[in-house]
């Protein structure tokens, strides 16, 4: 993550949902250097967030450090967390009064190959696959990014609480890249045991669809 680009579009994305208390002109205007503001403030610490899980990558259903660590900093940013749903799925909820329940959703996991980009926090990680096989471990798909996003996400929207009312339920999903932690934590009941999302958002290609595997 070398901007905070990845942060914005998250925010962006939830500008498109009637999350907002409204306002317009220059309290608009207001509104987004409260967020810049906040985002200078914390791009440090997520850049740091960042590393730390590029460098510790864990492969589908075993991401225990990066789904422990996810909830730590999301409980720290003051949403109420349950852990190991859905195996090592991680549901943060924050509620804000009356308004629509916003889902967003963070991959975890990582993929079976050699980092060799030769990067100072370059992964140097070798795990068990599910076939037992020894394999090299790298956040090639950015799920790295996916995490450090939603943290920063999550700490500038609890920072300006006062200007949306609703219920944020932010994930993180173990197993993307198997195809498997979506249902997962369908099955342990993310719908049904946590506040059920209005609009369902999710990185890049997967923007709208929501709870869906690549
Ligand atoms: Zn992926």
């Not at 696959?129 to 020894?134: K, N």
């Not at 996003?149 to 609480?161: C, E, N």
Request: charge should be neutral; aromatic fraction near 6%.
């Amino acid at each position: 993550m070398k901007s905070p680009s990845a942060l914005i579009v998250l925010i962006v994305m939830l500008a498109g949902t009637n999350l907002w208390a409204g306002g317009a002109g220059s309290s608009r205007k207001a509104f987004g250097a409260a967020i810049e503001n906040k985002i200078d403030i914390e791009i440090d610490s997520l850049l740091g967030l960042y590393k730390q899980i590029h460098a510790q990558p864990e492969l589908a259903f075993q991401e225990e450090k990066t789904a422990a660590r996810l909830a730590k900093e999301l409980r720290g940013a003051g949403f109420a967390v349950t852990e190991k749903v859905g195996g090592t799925g991680v549901v943060g909820v924050f509620k804000n009064g009356n308004g629509p329940t916003i889902l967003v959703r963070a991959d975890m996991d990582a993929l079976p190959i050699v980092e060799q980009t030769g990067l100072a926090y370059a992964s140097k990680m070798r795990l068990r696959d599910r076939d037992g096989l020894d394999v090299g471990v790298m956040h090639a798909c950015g799920h790295d990014m996916n995490v450090a996003s939603l943290v920063g996400t999550a700490r500038v929207m609890t920072h300006i609480k006062d200007r949306w009312k609703g219920t944020l339920v932010f994930i993180g999903q173990p197993a993307e890249e198997i195809g498997a932690g979506a249902k997962a934590m369908l099955d342990d009941g993310l719908l049904t045991k946590f506040p059920r999302p209005d609009f369902a958002l999710a990185k890049g290609e997967q923007v709208n669809r929501g709870l869906g595997d690549e």
